[in-house]
């Protein structure tokens, strides 16, 4: 699998050369990583359907969590919610339960809410126009863009973090900080406009590949370092999400005793969680949102 990095440094080489990608770098650039993709497929259960509601589902439950973590709890939610209908109908609560295990529950509601929009402005049909995407609860530009592709083979320009891995490693990995636009201008020039959605699963198994041996994308402006997991207001919101889950409603007072966490961090996530729909408080009891 290493030839890979080989071809796409030759390509970087002959970019370097050029200034300019012509057809020999496109050609060239789209064979090494088809090439690579068909011979290191991964079997992925999104990519086994064109079922557009399950394509959404597993787009804005990969959005910051890893394809490992993401397989079995796919699997399970299709499951529980089978149909749009059936997610835009459903409780809240039932959705944030169904999604433990995944984090950022603010996702879960997002995905419960463009169910319902769907339904109610799109009669069930996911849109297919990106700028349709774009106005559904949750879905930025990147997301739309993805759901496009992949449900409907639309060509668009997408970028996340294995996009820009396979495109700095191959044309920019000698630029300091390497801007998105830039990457779009290189998509532009070499996306495989008749499939796009092979070429940029293709893009995804490459970049997964590339990070195991270079950190490309820490030159991209993009680029940040999380702060710890263990000590977030994220951890916490986390926690008090799946304590409502388990326990149906709880005081602050037993929030604080159960987490063992700093009240003043407690008071927070609650206050944000409150003001984000996603839990409620009536006469200091709190509760996951109903609506």
Not at 35 to 59: C, G, H, K, M, Q
Not at 143 to 151: D, E, K, R
Request: aromatic residues 12%.
């Amino acid at each position: 699998m290493n030839d890979i990095l080989k071809e796409l440094t030759h390509i970087r080489e002959l970019y370097s050369e050029t200034g300019a990608v012509d057809t020999i770098i496109t050609n060239e650039f789209v064979t090494c990583i088809y090439n690579f993709f068909d011979s290191n497929y991964r079997n992925l259960p999104w990519r086994n359907t064109s079922n557009a509601y399950y394509i959404l589902v597993s787009e804005i439950m990969l959005q910051q969590t890893q394809v490992s973590r993401v397989i079995d709890k796919y699997k399970e939610f299709i499951k529980i919610f089978p149909t749009i209908h059936a997610l835009a109908d459903a409780d809240l609560y039932d959705v944030l339960s169904a999604w433990q295990g995944l984090g950022y529950n603010r996702r879960a509601k997002y995905l419960w809410e463009c169910a319902k929009a769907i339904i109610l402005q799109y009669n069930g049909l996911i849109p297919h126009d990106i700028m349709e995407l774009q106005k559904l609860p949750g879905l930025g530009k990147a997301t739309a863009a993805s759901v496009a592709i992949f449900a409907y083979n639309i060509p668009a320009i997408y970028i996340e973090t294995n996009v820009r891995t396979v495109y700095i490693y191959s044309f920019l990995y000698d630029t300091a900080k390497v801007s998105d636009a830039a990457i779009a201008l290189l998509l532009q020039q070499t996306m495989d406009r008749l499939n796009p959605r092979k070429f940029y699963n293709a893009l995804m198994d490459c970049g997964t590949f590339i990070k195991q041996h270079y950190n490309a994308s820490r030159h991209s402006e993009q680029y940040t370092i999380q702060s710890p997991f263990n000590s977030s207001l994220r951890k916490v919101r986390g926690q008090i999400i799946r304590y409502l889950v388990d326990k149906k409603k709880a005081r602050k007072e037993e929030l604080v005793m159960y987490l063992d966490c700093d009240r003043d961090k407690i008071e927070k996530a609650l206050h944000s969680l409150c003001k984000e729909k996603l839990v409620c408080e009536d006469n200091n009891i709190y509760t996951i949102s109903r609506s």
